[in-house]
């Protein structure tokens, strides 16, 4: 079936620098979601993107969607320790039910 | 209020027994999902309901038997149950078919199951 790989599978930061996670698909996505899982927790919505080429931020949280629509990428400027998580992004393909990336474990250190 | 609700929140159980995991959403949405996550994070859906249909059946072995009562409700049973089957199983629901169209998805906290 379709796959959405995302790399890298993990990241440690200091706390203050940056951080990026990419999403990539080998066919077109529909659109493409982020989700972030707390340590413990479940995966929360964060955003979606429709449009190629389409940027959006939250704050500290800029997400991006490729002009192919086959990539995606989060990036998140001057990491805090709330920023801890595993980070998903979810795509889907035409029609078909929505497709989870393998995500990205981030760690901070203090 | 929660949102999307399950029960138990951990299920220690031996291998061979059978166990139910129950969730309920009030967000009056019409698909409800199980989803399966190993220990290496990675999240598989299994199946999906809406409005009390079957709509996704993944490979997903037959000793899995999801129940719709109504579409606020996805019950998860599993019969005799192995060692592969530990994990965290979520619970999620959205107000469309979650497909193509856009819809986000809401998870519940997760139950852990431990098989020994």
């Known amino acids: 079936g379709q796959q959405v790989m995302q790399i890298p599978q993990y990241q440690h930061v200091q706390e203050g620098e940056d951080f990026t996670t990419y999403c990539n698909s080998s066919?077109?996505?529909?659109?493409i979601q982020w989700y972030k899982q707390r340590p413990g927790g479940h995966p929360v919505f964060l955003i979606q993107?429709?449009?190629?080429?389409e940027v959006k931020k939250q704050k500290r949280l800029t997400f991006q969607f490729g002009e192919a629509k086959k990539n995606s990428s989060l990036h998140i400027t001057a990491t805090q320790t709330t920023d801890v998580g595993t980070y998903f992004c979810?795509?889907?393909?035409?029609?078909?039910?929505?497709?989870f990336g393998t995500g990205t474990r981030l760690t901070i250190i203090p | 209020d929660t949102a999307v609700s399950q029960t138990p929140k951990y299920l220690v159980t031996q291998m061979g027994n059978d166990k139910s995991i129950k969730c309920e959403q009030n967000?009056?949405?019409?698909?409800m999902y199980w989803y399966k996550q190993d220990s290496k994070k990675f999240l598989k859906i299994m199946f999906s309901?809406?409005?009390?249909?079957?709509?996704i059946n993944e490979t997903v072995p037959n000793r899995f038997s999801p129940k719709s009562p109504d579409k606020a409700h996805l019950n998860l049973h599993i019969n005799s149950l192995e060692l592969g089957d530990s994990a965290v199983y979520f619970c999620?629901?959205?107000?469309?078919?979650?497909?193509?169209?856009?819809?986000?998805?809401?998870f519940g906290p997760g139950t852990r199951l431990t098989v020994l």
């Open positions: 309901y809406n409005n009390k249909e079957l709509i």
């Open positions: 993107l429709v449009k190629s080429g």
């Open positions: 066919t077109t996505l529909s659109n």
């Open positions: 979810a795509g889907h393909f035409g029609n078909e039910k929505l497709t």
């Open positions: 999620a629901s959205s107000r469309g078919l979650g497909t193509g169209g856009g819809d986000t998805q809401y």
């Open positions: 967000l009056g949405h019409d698909t």
